[in-house]
T-cell receptor
Framework: AQSVTQLGSHVSVSEGALVLLRCNYS??????LFWYVQYPNQGLQLLLK??????LVKGINGFEAEFKKSETSFHLTKPSAHMSDAAEYFC?????????????FGQGTTLQVKP | DTAVSQTPKYLVTQMGNDKSIKCEQN?????MYWYKQDSKKFLKIMFS???????INETVPNRFSPKSPDKAHLNLHINSLELGDSAVYFC??????????FGQGTRLTVV
């Protein structure tokens, strides 16, 4: 069985500060990992994904995440927060292999950016 | 050109009614999904279709019936709506890389 835990349902940072959103997963098979962002009243947009290969992945809008197998983590970071980054962020996992494409989401983290 | 489009965006209806939500994708993907986002923003998969064939049904009440007339369309019909069905329903599609593209969502409110 797979599961995803996002530590901190609400994160508040100042504009220009480092953004760190935490995600830990549990999986009995190698996972594919994703971060999605949801702006108010909108759908989910893919920020970045890890499938295989380089463990540090870069995404859109200056975000990046590092897959750490030993820590079962896939934390999302951005060096300098911008007001437009305020949104809901979801970490998700799907099993490597198989063919379902079924995403298991974490609970979500609301990012607030203060001026 | 919208990749995954859902209609309607908002749906307000009374308990006991039957309603449908439509979804279309123009990405050429083989697999389509319905996800439900509850009031706490938790997202959970409901159904998945691969090339018109149902492959995932996540213990959803049988009042919910998906229909896929072709691989570009996946509709969701809900019978006898209940208050607890109020949520945002997202359609999504993906190909083998498992990167899902999501629609804008349909906010269903049952009164």
């Amino acid at each position: 069985a797979q599961s995803v835990t996002q530590l901190g349902s609400h994160v508040s940072v100042s504009e220009g500060a480092l953004v760190l959103l935490r995600c830990n997963y549990s999986s009995s098979v190698p996972p594919y990992l994703f971060w999605y962002v949801q702006y108010p009243n909108q759908g989910l947009q893919l920020l970045l994904k890890y499938t295989t290969g380089a463990t540090l992945v870069k995404g859109i809008n200056g975000f990046e995440a590092e897959f750490k197998k030993s820590e079962t983590s896939f934390h999302l970071t951005k060096p300098s927060a911008h007001m437009s980054d305020a949104a809901e962020y979801f970490c998700a996992v799907t099993p490597w292999g198989g063919n379902t494409g079924k995403l298991i989401f974490g609970q979500g983290t609301t990012l607030q950016v203060k001026p | 050109d919208t990749a995954v489009s859902q209609t309607p965006k908002y749906l307000v209806t009374q308990m006991g009614n039957d309603k449908s939500i439509k979804c279309e994708q123009n990405l050429g993907h083989d697999t389509m999904y319905w996800y439900k986002q509850d009031s706490k923003k938790f997202l959970k998969i409901m159904f998945s279709y691969n090339n018109k064939e149902l492959i995932i049904n996540e213990t959803v009440p049988n009042r919910f019936s998906p229909k896929s007339p072709d691989k570009a369309h996946l509709n969701l019909h809900i019978n006898s709506l209940e208050l607890g069905d109020s949520a945002v329903y997202f359609c999504a599609s993906s190909q083998e890389t498992r990167e899902a593209f999501f629609g804008q969502g349909t906010r269903l409110t049952v009164v």
